[in-house]
């Protein structure tokens, strides 16, 4: 089994961009070339909430954002739909608590990236045992993106991770902007995840390139 390499995922978890159509305040293909010419480093297709596209429509659109993230070298990443994520051969899957099991999840997708949403200790090490990847902590700041968000946790949870010795790759997710990027990669975080702070701005490249300055002034 090709194992991932840790370095390399700490790496890719820098500017973490998130989205689906829902999210875009113009072309989500547009939006999404943008934010890798801006710097965004991984991608995750996450196509849910209000007008969010099914089916065959939400199959192309993950198709076509597939192919931006091929040619700008970037992996792309499916969020829950597992199905989605074997039927593309995509890099990876990020899976919430109440999604598949981490086990069936790595025998579908063998040798790929798997991320775990966790809020707790006990949520991290078990995510942890099973293999993940990373984990997605959060929501760090206040969010309107995700309506059934757990209650904002700061960086809490990332600092005690840390302090516990644990070194698995780690982002940070949830009302995070340029202006608060750094406290997020300071308290222990590889990197930081956004929908909005990307998907809604005028410019997603510049407020790419503003989320990479605010990490690596870290
Ligand atoms: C998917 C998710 N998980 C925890 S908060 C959140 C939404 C993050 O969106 P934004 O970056 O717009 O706050
Ligand atoms: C809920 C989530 C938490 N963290 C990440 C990285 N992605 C998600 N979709
Ligand atoms: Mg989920």
Redesign the pocket.
């Known amino acids: 089994m090709q194992l991932i390499n840790k370095e390399q995922v700490k790496d890719w978890l820098s500017v973490y961009f998130?989205m689906g159509s829902p999210n875009c305040r113009k072309d989500p293909k547009e939006t999404l070339e943008e934010a890798i010419e801006g710097g965004a480093t991984l991608f995750q297709f996450?196509e849910k909430g209000a007008n969010a596209l099914t089916g065959e429509k939400k199959w192309m659109l993950a198709a076509e954002l597939q192919d931006v993230c091929r040619r700008q070298a970037i992996p792309f990443l499916v969020n829950d739909d597992i199905e989605l994520a074997v039927k593309l051969e995509a890099d990876g899957v990020h899976i919430g608590q109440e999604d598949a099991a981490l086990s069936d999840v790595r025998k579908r997708l063998p040798g790929r990236i798997i991320g775990v949403?966790v809020h707790t200790m006990e949520e991290a090490i078990k995510a942890i045992d099973e293999g993940a990847d990373y984990l997605?902590i959060?929501?760090v700041f206040p969010?309107a993106?995700?309506a059934d968000?757990q209650p904002v946790q700061g960086t809490k949870l990332i600092e005690e991770i840390r302090s516990a010795g644990l070194s698995i790759p780690i982002v940070g997710?949830?009302?995070?902007q340029a202006e608060n990027a750094a406290q997020v990669v300071s308290s222990g975080a590889d990197g930081v995840s956004?929908?909005?702070?990307i998907s809604q701005a005028a410019s997603p490249r510049e407020a790419a390139a503003q989320l990479k300055k605010a990490i690596l002034e870290n």
Not at 173 to 176: E, N
Not at 194 to 197: G, L
């Open positions: 998130i996450r949403s997605g959060g929501p969010t993106t995700k968000a997710i949830g009302g995070i956004v929908i909005t702070a």
